[in-house]
């Protein structure tokens, strides 16, 4: 198993550095919030894939789909948040 989690792990480690490189280098708030959930999204299931593998028992690869969703839930909330805020007309865009 860990020759199928090593890659998913490594996967994982490059989309957060993707994330994390966008972030900094993008010139606007909306285009940093596309790069930065986008790619830590893929980044932690990659993540909870590969550790779901090496842990070996149904119930924590159970868990760790349980964080993961809760994890897209959060980022997707707090994205709309913040890219709302960063409208021109403030929080209402008007």
Do not use: Q, Y
């Amino acid at each position: 198993m860990s020759w199928l989690a090593a890659p998913l792990l490594l996967a994982g480690a490059f989309f957060f550095l993707a994330g994390t490189v966008g972030l900094l280098r993008f010139p606007d708030a909306h285009s940093r919030l596309h790069a930065l959930t986008k790619a830590d999204n893929l980044g932690l299931g990659c993540l909870c894939a590969g550790l779901a593998l090496l842990a070996g028992s149904w119930r924590t690869a159970a868990l760790l789909l349980v964080v993961w969703l809760l994890a897209l839930l959060a980022a997707t909330v707090s994205a709309h948040l913040i890219a709302r805020s960063a409208l021109p007309g403030g929080e209402d865009g008007r």
